[in-house]
């Protein structure tokens, strides 16, 4: 059986001077170690490190260190030690994330008990800042839970950020009705994000779905009609002509070892080919797992790569349709993952305004908290925009489909903040969807990557 790959890679550094007792330093560090393990990190550890004059515990550190990869750094101090110590170890590893965290004292007979761990934090926090380190200042409270899970959200943000470098996004067309705020600029997204993005011609996915072969396109047949809830009857041949373009792209996405896909939506699959590409993003989002977003929406792609390197989930898109007073309406006018689905995927043949009518998903969409965002850039300046809210189901419909219209995959999100306020920050149409609050986590990493959180 195939190992689990470990959540977050970390190296575990504890901390005490030569003069505080050993017995009380090995103790504290051995705990805070099994705490971090307890998250599910793999570590890599050393014996505790002291200041000894010949500086043969920072050497065994490094050593032992260097052979390894990991994702961050944990400085833990279990009491004072002298900031020379710590700074000839992290600047070995400047380039990694850190964690600077503090261990508490005790109360015995009243009293505290205290080797002054942060008297060693506080004499390096600044330093470590003026040394341009990317970090997390951290410390316990004497009678308080360790704070955990900040170490997991910083762990998970500092994995994310090696996870993402070359990943790579598929843009089958060019923007899409001509739209600006799915643009983006790629140097400066490979130098901040490291991610590439690849452009394909419509044309290559034709002529690739015209030579797939029969019995391929009736396997995925089969499954679909097993797997789906087809509310209304679909022609096979609608449904194989779809799997045909479906299994094309799939041919370019393993070549190119693509992360995350996007097509040429309204211009491009509906205007020229005369097919709506529900059905096509559907089976690219559940049978390959990949990133989907419509309309050539680079920047959206980027911040599903983003969410879900951090979450695990699929990072589904939602795109605005009206703001009410405490709240606004989400929804898709083409498909959903199943991942986010309530229940059994359910899809329909409708068409809207002179868009000849396609395979509609009209799942309905789960409920609960859950966290929204979207990546922009004005030129070389990165800005995530983060808010959290709480999805209920709501009735309606979107003007222009057959009658009667379907309700769409959709969400009414009561926002944390006021709606004019997050309404003044909105940077696309499109905005990812996660379950679950992961403002922290988003915040970490666009702290390791220099982006600016609004």
Request: aromatic share 10%.
């Amino acid at each position: 059986m195939e190992k689990k790959k470990a959540l977050v890679n970390a190296a575990f550094a504890g901390f005490g001077e030569v003069n505080s007792p050993l017995p009380l330093i090995k103790e504290k560090c051995s705990v805070a170690l099994e705490e971090v393990r307890s998250l599910g990190f793999e570590i890599i550890t050393t014996a505790v490190i002291t200041d000894d004059p010949k500086g043969t515990d920072v050497k065994r550190a490094i050593n032992q260190f260097i052979r390894k990869d990991f994702d961050v750094l944990i400085i833990c101090l279990a009491g004072w030690i002298p900031s020379h110590t710590i700074i000839a170890l992290t600047n070995e590893f400047k380039a990694k994330p850190m964690i600077l965290w503090g261990l508490a004292g005790h109360i015995e007979n009243g009293r505290i008990v205290t080797a002054a761990a942060q008297a060693g934090t506080t004499a390096l926090r600044k330093v470590f800042e003026d040394l341009g380190y990317k970090f997390k200042y951290l410390y316990n409270t004497i009678g308080k839970p360790s704070p955990l899970e900040k170490i997991r959200s910083f762990g998970i943000a500092a994995s994310a950020v090696k996870s993402i470098e070359n990943t790579r996004v598929g843009m089958i067309g060019f923007r899409d009705m001509r739209l600006y705020n799915t643009l983006y600029e790629g140097i400066s997204l490979k130098a901040i994000m490291g991610v590439e993005v690849e452009f394909f011609e419509m044309l290559e996915m034709v002529q690739l779905s015209e030579a797939v072969e029969e019995n391929e396109i009736l396997n995925v047949l089969r499954k679909i009609k097993q797997e789906w809830e087809f509310v209304n009857p679909v022609e096979d041949d609608f449904l194989k002509k779809g799997i045909a373009y479906y299994l094309a792209i799939k041919k370019i996405a393993e070549g190119n070892h693509l992360d995350g896909i996007s097509l040429k939506d309204v211009d491009g699959m509906k205007k020229i080919l005369n097919y709506p590409p529900a059905m096509i993003f559907m089976l690219l989002s559940d049978e390959m797992k990949l990133s989907a977003i419509p309309e050539n929406d680079v920047m959206g792609a980027v911040t599903q790569l983003v969410i879900k390197h951090l979450t695990g989930q699929c990072a589904a898109y939602l795109e605005f349709y009206d703001f009410l007073e405490e709240s606004v309406l989400m929804g898709v006018p083409d498909f959903v993952p199943s991942e986010i689905v309530d229940g059994k995927v359910k899809v329909t043949r409708a068409a809207f305004g002179g868009i000849s009518g396609g395979l509609l998903n009209i799942s309905a969409v789960k409920t609960g908290t859950l966290t929204i965002a979207r990546l922009s850039n004005t030129a070389d300046q990165y800005t995530m925009h983060i808010c959290t809210g709480e999805g209920k189901f709501r009735s309606w419909e979107e003007a222009g489909w057959d009658q009667p219209a379907p309700q769409l995959p959709s969400l009414e999100i009561f926002l944390d903040t006021p709606v004019e306020v997050f309404a003044q920050k909105i940077s696309g149409q499109h905005y990812i969807v996660v379950y679950g609050d992961h403002v922290q986590k988003i915040a970490d990493f666009c702290y390791l990557k220099n982006i600016k959180v609004i």
